[in-house]
């Protein structure tokens, strides 16, 4: 049975305050997790750049999920909920870096960071060490329609910004990243 | 590496693949998620319909629908009627302060309705360890209540009756500066007034002072020349006592809508929720401002 079957099948459940609701979202992360938990720690990947970061950020989603899971109204869309809590999570551990990366102490010159060594499973293209130098609503638009192939609406119920925003950021982010690869290739 | 126009889409969309697919996560994520959700079990419904109302609400706020972002129309969805969308703009900005002008007209409506504002202190005092008995005592028997939960409801000027108030605690509410700024609001016309001597045996801490101190009170100022509801010439409730050593303190309201300052030199049991000192005055305070002042 692939996740949009289960998925299906768990919102055909007419009362939710069933005690078997625990094991439907038992179920329904069981499902997701086999069939979309590799793409979604790639996505957290590219959006914070750390694979252990990505995966904790990954089962932090997962849970929130289980946790809600009876205030899900659409249970079709807990895939939905999952990119959504990931992208936002991301958000915030990005936010928490900067801050821990402001007060913490400069490593010395020829000492790489942890964070380097993590970095550079990922930072082998010119276009990927671009990417990292966008603002994160842009990265996040990128990664959202070029990676996850979303559509803009999807994108923007995912970021929880409007379409025109989604736009907006996607061409900046084009642009952003077309002149700093010219000037690279120069 | 670098093409213009969509070559450049073409090869954000190849590297971007290919650095993520030389990510793996590691194995055992299943049961790291499952550990966590043994403990974290999903949310009780009850809690799950307040969160999901309460998420609705924030929503209809914040994004101007009442249901989660991805199952209706955001704002994006009246993007293209430009006149629509111009209208909206200013409902969206009044939005937050229509929320907060229900949300405050509701808490006036709550603490305008008597019983409930009576249900809400009752329920703070009994949070906050206080005696509920003392609550309801101080409910327009007159006496002030130590420890401040009934306080508030004793500023009612209906005389709505209260029961159970010991003599205690009213003695503990009311230290020695009952005697010294006695008010006499006792009304003449009101038979059935007892004892005020028994009243004060058993409420008074003080039951030595001299009755002739509460006469001279006449002189304090009322905080009935301001108008107030509590004032002691707005409210005809006379607090009468009827001690038989039980300390039950009957409050008795009198249709004399003006209470007359007698000389019966009795001192007789404070009903409002504030002692004169309260207003600043000692007992060798400044006069009444005005004469028909009960205080």
């Known amino acids: 049975m692939s996740v949009t079957e289960t998925l299906a099948a768990t919102a055909l459940i007419p009362d939710a305050r069933s005690p078997a609701t625990a094991w439907d979202a038992d179920r329904v992360v069981t499902e997701i997790y086999h069939g979309e938990y590799k793409s979604l720690v790639r996505l957290a990947v590219l959006l914070v750049h750390d694979v252990p970061t990505a995966e904790e950020v990954v089962q932090d989603a997962f849970e929130a999920m289980h946790h809600a899971w009876r205030r899900l109204r659409e249970k079709e869309k807990a895939l939905s909920y999952l990119r959504q809590a990931v992208v936002n999570r991301s958000r915030s551990v990005l936010r928490h870096r900067t801050v821990v990366d402001r007060n913490a102490p400069k490593?010395?010159?020829?000492?790489?960071?942890?964070?380097?060594?993590?970095?550079?499973?990922?930072?082998?293209?010119?276009?990927?060490?671009?990417?990292?130098?966008?603002?994160?609503?842009?990265?996040?638009?990128?990664?959202?329609?070029?990676y996850a192939d979303l559509s803009e609406a999807d994108i923007a119920a995912t970021m929880g910004i409007s379409r025109g925003a989604v736009k907006s950021h996607t061409a900046r982010a084009m642009a952003s990243l077309k002149s700093i690869l010219e000037l690279e290739s120069s | 590496m670098t093409t213009p126009g969509r070559d450049l889409e073409a090869a954000l969309r190849r590297e971007l693949f290919a650095a993520a697919a030389a990510v793996e996560p590691t194995p055992g994520g299943l049961e790291r998620i499952r550990a966590r959700t043994r403990k974290r079990p999903p949310q009780p419904w009850l809690l799950s319909v307040l969160l999901g109302a309460l998420s609705r609400a924030r929503y209809w706020v914040w994004r101007g629908h009442w249901a989660w972002p991805g199952s209706a129309p955001g704002p994006h969805a009246l993007s293209r009627s430009g006149g629509r969308h111009a209208a909206r703009g200013g409902w969206l900005r009044l939005r937050p302060m229509v929320a907060l002008a229900g949300v405050a007209f509701v808490a006036t409506i709550t603490l305008a309705l008597p019983p409930l504002r009576q249900a809400i202190v009752q329920v703070g005092s009994n949070l906050t360890g206080g005696n509920p008995s003392s609550g309801s005592g101080a409910n327009g028997n007159g006496s002030l209540s130590g420890n401040g939960g009934g306080g508030a409801l004793?500023?009612?000027?209906?005389?709505?009756?209260?029961?159970?108030s010991s003599g205690t605690q009213s003695a503990a509410a009311r230290p020695a500066s009952t005697s010294r700024c006695q008010p006499t609001a006792t009304p003449s016309s009101s038979p059935t007034t007892a004892s005020p001597s028994?009243?004060?045996?058993?409420?008074?801490?003080?039951?030595?002072?001299?009755?002739?101190?509460?006469?001279?009170?006449?002189?304090?100022?009322?905080?009935?020349?301001?108008?107030?509801?509590?004032?002691?010439?707005?409210?005809?409730?006379?607090?009468?006592?009827?001690?038989?050593?039980?300390?039950?303190?009957?409050?008795?309201?009198?249709?004399?809508?003006?209470?007359?300052?007698?000389?019966?030199?009795?001192?007789?049991?404070?009903?409002?929720?504030?002692?004169?000192?309260?207003?600043?005055?000692?007992?060798?305070?400044?006069?009444?401002?005005?004469?028909?002042?009960?205080?």
Do not use: F, M
């Not at chain 1, 490593?107 to 671009?130: M, Y």
């Not at chain 2, 001279?216 to 005809?236: D, L, R, V, Y």
């Open chain 2, 154 to 164: 004793a500023n009612d000027a209906n005389g709505t009756p209260g029961t159970g």
């Open chain 2, 198 to 295: 028994a009243t004060e045996t058993t409420t008074d801490p003080k039951p030595t002072a001299d009755p002739s101190a509460t006469v001279t009170t006449t002189s304090c100022p009322s905080p009935g020349a301001s108008g107030k509801a509590n004032s002691p010439t707005s409210t005809p409730t006379t607090p009468s006592v009827t001690q038989s050593g039980t300390a039950t303190a009957t409050p008795t309201t009198t249709p004399t809508p003006t209470p007359t300052p007698t000389d019966s030199g009795t001192p007789t049991t404070w009903p409002y929720p504030y002692r004169w000192h309260d207003y600043g005055v000692t007992a060798s305070g400044t006069p009444a401002a005005s004469g028909s002042s009960a205080g």
């Open chain 1, 107 to 146: 490593p010395a010159p020829d000492e790489p960071s942890a964070e380097q060594g993590a970095l550079a499973l990922i930072e082998r293209s010119a276009v990927i060490a671009a990417l990292r130098t966008l603002p994160d609503r842009q990265r996040e638009a990128v990664v959202l329609r070029y």
